[in-house]
């Protein structure tokens, strides 16, 4: 099956009592037993187990190349599940600028709990290997990260792992299971916030998660079951139905990402680009041999953080909020927002500068994106 028509027709989303092409919202909380512990198609209480978050989990398994799926109420709910998988004393090995909700909930949250996280420089595969203790259970990588777009090497990043006992995860949110399949380059679990790319429509709140490892699906399904964080049947719903145009979509932002590159890079007023494509951008070679296609997101840099706010008040295509993904093109300055988490020492250091602006590239008309930014752009001189 091509992945066109795997983002149509993988997982199971027929619905076998009816006959619906769809599945159906199951907008209940239990289910009827026929008797004491006898449940129809397995079925006892929502927040175990409802038919229209199967379905979405289903999907997502057969689009990562895994047998398990779990679904839940945000991307970060997804993170810190898969955390979960750890004990107090343990220890994980984390992308240096990954995602600031993820370093709010490993540094704010985890590490009160007894879990430490230590963040380097990944897309070097040595750094890891330095970063490695006794008590290292995990690795946690972004890849396109966020917001830099620095690529780290999964497969090689995988093989340090299974080397050193360690579960290996992988947030593709970026990417998308279009582009990219972590677990095909060896990765243990790769993960997604479901809010961007998977649903694409600025309508939802969730994440994904996928493993082809039986015992570590156990100990997810459990946690996902024993904590709570589990995705309603109406949210189910909508990611459903965006992946059928997944791949449609990822085609033309990938194309209009690269557009927009070009324009950038060649740009007076832009004193750096930060995307895949670009082939001196790091790792290059390495994002070609491991995805099929580009990233919507950008980062580029102007002088300062005044200049970012003239460039997102000039763009008319380009609308400010947080997040990504989505059909519309987003813009940010991670600095004050999706990083305004992480301490300004620690953004410096990673290179997130005042000046930072963040694209999420929609699916518009090529030319119109080019165009619009360009105007913003020019109007700095």
């Known amino acids: 099956m091509k992945k066109k028509t795997q983002m149509v027709h993988g997982g199971h989303t027929t619905d076998d009592y009816t006959g619906a092409v769809t599945t159906p919202i199951y907008q209940t909380s239990t289910y009827l037993q026929d008797d004491i512990g006898d449940l129809r198609e397995g079925y006892e209480y929502s927040r175990s187990g409802n038919p229209t ?4 989990e289903s999907t997502i398994a057969d689009l990562e190349g895994a047998r398990f799926g779990f679904a839940f109420g945000s991307g970060v709910a997804a993170i810190s599940a898969v955390v979960m998988l750890l004990d107090k004393g343990d220890h994980i090995v984390v992308n240096s600028d990954v995602y600031g909700g993820t370093f709010r909930v490993l540094t704010k949250v985890f590490k009160r709990l007894g879990i430490d996280a230590d963040f380097v420089d990944t897309t070097h595969t040595e750094n890891i290997e330095s970063a490695i203790k006794p008590e290292t259970k995990m690795l946690f990588i972004e890849t396109p990260s966020n917001p830099l777009l620095r690529i780290t090497d999964i497969q090689a990043s995988a093989d340090i792992a299974r080397k050193h006992n360690l579960i290996s995860v992988v947030d593709n949110t970026f990417m998308s299971p279009y582009f990219q399949n972590p677990l ?6 790769v993960l997604h916030s479901a809010s961007k790319y998977i649903g694409g429509h600025s309508d939802v709140i969730a994440g994904l998660v996928a493993t082809d490892n039986e015992e570590l699906a156990e100990r997810i399904g459990f946690i996902q079951n024993s904590t709570g964080g589990v995705l309603g ?6 990611l459903i139905r965006g992946i059928k145009t997944l791949g449609l979509r990822m085609e033309q932002v990938s194309s209009n990402a690269v557009a927009v590159t070009e324009m950038l890079s060649e740009h007076p007023n832009v004193e750096a680009v930060y995307h895949p494509s670009l082939k001196d951008h790091l790792n290059h070679d390495v994002q070609e041999r491991q995805a ?9 840099v102007v002088k300062d ?5 003239a460039v997102i008040r000039e763009t008319e295509y380009f609308t400010l909020a947080e997040s990504l993904g989505a059909v519309e093109s987003l813009i940010s300055v991670p600095a004050l927002m999706t990083h305004a988490s992480i301490p300004k020492d620690v953004r410096e250091k990673e290179g997130i500068a005042d000046g930072l602006i ?7 008309d090529t030319d119109d994106l080019v165009a619009d930014l360009k105007q913003a752009l020019d109007k700095l001189n």
């Not at 095909?184 to 679990?189: K, R, V």
């Open 53 to 56: 978050r199967t379905a979405l």
């Open 358 to 364: 963040r694209l999420s590239v929609g699916i518009e």
């Open 305 to 309: 953080v005044d200049a970012a706010k």
């Open 292 to 300: 099929s296609g580009h990233t919507g997101v950008i980062s580029f």
């Open 184 to 189: 095909a380059l060896g990765a243990d679990i």
């Open 233 to 238: 049947p109406q949210d189910s719903y909508l």
